[in-house]
């Protein structure tokens, strides 16, 4: 397997729409929280840095292919001899 | 989102809406709350106040220049800029100007002097004898007892946002600039 083939990081289709949930949730609520305390502490650096510290934290939770996103593999069916 | 390509995509993208989101709600809470308005005080002593004929440059040696009249005093400056910095200020740029009407123009203004405030710990301005920075001439290149009115005027550069300005309202400075001597 090359490197590139390793790097497909696939995941099923539930964990598609968690993944989706994940980056949403993260994201938002780093954004929230930057927002409210580089305000009361009056430095914008703290809000853009907050966020920053989001973004990595939501790198580590949502690239790689953690088994939360496998959880519910694809279903195929039996592969069956063709008929002639 | 079915692969790492795909996944980086949608949160880097959804990454920089965010960031977006902030910083324009950044820039609007700038923009309707504003600035507040500065006190100062500009002193000039008039007897500070010299008038001299002579050519622009350094060297003074191009003969082809004409001479003009320069005006060169000296003032005193107390300002506190410490409520314009808030969160979203970068620096304030501070200009001193002179005021005058002349026969040939209704209103004339003149940079004397500028600086530039980068930090809280800087903003209380208390300086004295301060030298005009730049040339104060007349377009007519001669001086004809004109009254100037000096001024305060402040630009704040946010971090995001519209540039706001404001300014004091003009001091009679009794400067009267008369020709120069010779």
Same mark, same amino acid.
Not at chain 1, 62 to 66: A, D, R, V, Y
Not at chain 2, 132 to 152: C, F, G, I, M, P
């Given at each position: 397997m090359t490197l590139a083939d390793y790097f497909e990081w696939t995941i099923d289709f539930e964990g598609q729409g968690l993944a989706d949930q994940l980056t949403h949730? /993260? !994201?938002?609520?780093?954004?929230v929280i930057g927002f409210i305390v580089g305000y009361v502490s009056e430095s914008l650096l703290i809000t853009v840095g907050i966020f920053l510290v989001g973004l990595i934290i939501a790198t580590v939770v /949502? !690239?790689?292919?953690?088994p939360?996103?496998?959880?519910h593999p694809q279903k195929w069916l039996p592969s069956t001899k063709a008929t002639k | 989102m079915y692969n790492l390509q795909q996944r980086a995509n949608v949160l880097f993208s959804?990454?920089?809406t965010a960031i977006g989101t902030i910083l324009a709600l950044v820039a609007t809470i700038s923009s309707i709350s504003g600035y507040p308005c500065i006190e100062s005080d500009i002193k000039v002593d008039s007897n500070t106040l010299r008038v001299v004929s002579r050519r622009y440059g350094p060297d003074y040696y191009d003969y082809g220049t004409p001479?003009?009249?320069?005006?060169?005093?000296?003032?005193?400056?107390?300002?506190d800029f410490t409520p314009i910095f808030n969160w979203n200020t970068k620096q304030v740029f501070v200009t001193v100007i002179a005021e005058y009407?002349?026969?040939t123009h209704d209103r004339n203004s003149v940079v004397l002097w500028d600086t530039i405030i980068k930090s809280k710990e800087e903003a209380n301005l208390n300086l004295?004898?301060?030298?005009?920075?730049?040339?104060?001439?007349?377009?007519?290149?001669?001086?004809?007892?004109?009254?100037?009115?000096?001024?305060?005027?402040?630009?704040?550069?946010p971090y995001v946002g519209l540039i706001q300005g404001g300014h004091t309202?003009?001091?009679?400075?009794?400067i009267i600039l008369s020709p120069a001597a010779t």
């Open positions: 949730l /993260i !994201l938002i609520s780093f954004a /949502i !690239l790689p292919p953690w939360m996103y496998n959880r | 959804f990454a920089i001479k003009s009249h320069f005006a060169r005093l000296a003032f005193d400056l107390d300002a009407e002349s026969k004295r004898n301060i030298a005009n920075k730049y040339a104060l001439v007349d377009v007519s290149r001669k001086w004809s007892h004109q009254q100037a009115n000096l001024s305060l005027h402040w630009d704040v550069t309202p003009s001091q009679p400075a009794n």
